[in-house]
């Protein structure tokens, strides 16, 4: 069983492999060479290493549903939904259509990982001394202004109109390629060091901005050259006043170790009280937990 698919979350067109009730099984598809079945579509999926890793993930995201549903909140999903889309910008259409996924289906590939999030902060220990070492790279979360252009030449000239007095949300307006963020003045989503939607250069860039400030270079990216306002940067404080947010870092850290997410997946589905009724399919948690009694 792939430990990577846990990490990912239904992002995938998922299948219906539900086990066929008492009686006729409920036509699919007819055709003039005759009819496709539940039970014959079932039958073949479950023989597929798609349709087995498809029902491994409906089953450890019904266990996480259970036990953690009510820590994810609607208003996380929509934040990181509108990161995406900040991060995208006019591209967010092109990307989902490229990963041959729907709004609805990204909003719930990310619950489902919010979801195996809360798992791992609930199994997995925090001391310290972790804490610690989370805060010499932790950044408080920032908002900001950002205008998006094309070009480094175009950058510098909004540049120079900030120097000369001009508004940020006016220049936004008028030249950012951001059409999502520009009639808004170019307003961003707030990210901090751990936000994995914002380049990297653009971060670096706009911590070490005090509000009011702009940059006064042209930061480069994958979507063209950045000019950043910064209009809220908190005092970073003290580790013990982050803990929360620290915890939630390592967390998400955490997520990309394929060790640490097998041992959790293995604690949260042995508490998951999983039986596998379709004798054919006993083994297919094998690795995480003896589903054959």
Request: net charge positive; glycine share 6%; with cysteine.
């Amino acid at each position: 069983m792939s430990k990577k698919k846990w990490a990912v979350g239904a992002a995938g067109i998922l299948m219906s492999l539900s086990l066929v009730a008492c009686g006729q099984s409920k036509t699919v598809v007819t055709t003039d060479g005759g009819k496709i079945t539940e039970e014959q579509y079932y039958n073949k999926m479950k023989q597929t290493q798609q349709g087995k890793q498809e029902l491994q993930q409906l089953i450890l995201n019904k266990v996480l549903e259970n036990k953690y549903g009510s820590k994810v909140k609607k208003s996380e999903v929509n934040d990181q939904l509108k990161q995406y889309k900040s991060q995208y910008g006019s591209q967010f259409s092109a990307m989902l259509q490229q990963q041959g996924m729907t709004e609805a289906q990204l909003k719930g590939s990310i619950r489902d990982n919010l979801l195996l999030k809360q798992a791992v902060l609930d199994k997995t220990s925090f001391t310290d001394k972790d804490l610690q070492k989370q805060f010499k790279s932790y950044e408080p979360e920032v908002t900001t202004k950002m205008i998006t252009v094309k070009d480094e030449d175009t950058a510098n000239t909004v540049i120079s109109a900030l120097q000369n007095g001009d508004k940020f949300d006016t220049l936004a307006k008028k030249y950012s390629t951001d059409d999502a963020t520009k009639n808004d003045g170019g307003k961003q989503q707030p990210f901090d060091n751990a936000t994995t939607t914002v380049d990297s250069k653009v971060k670096k860039a706009a911590f070490k901005l005090k509000n009011g400030e702009y940059t006064t270079e042209p930061v480069k990216t994958d979507a063209g050259y950045v000019v950043i306002q910064m209009v809220k940067h908190p005092s970073k404080g003290t580790w013990k006043e982050h803990k929360s947010e620290l915890k939630d870092q390592l967390a998400t850290s955490r997520m990309n170790n394929s060790s640490t997410l097998h041992s959790v997946v293995s604690k949260v589905l042995k508490s998951g009280d999983v039986h596998i009724e379709d004798n054919s399919m006993k083994n297919i948690l094998s690795g995480y937990i003896d589903t054959s009694k």
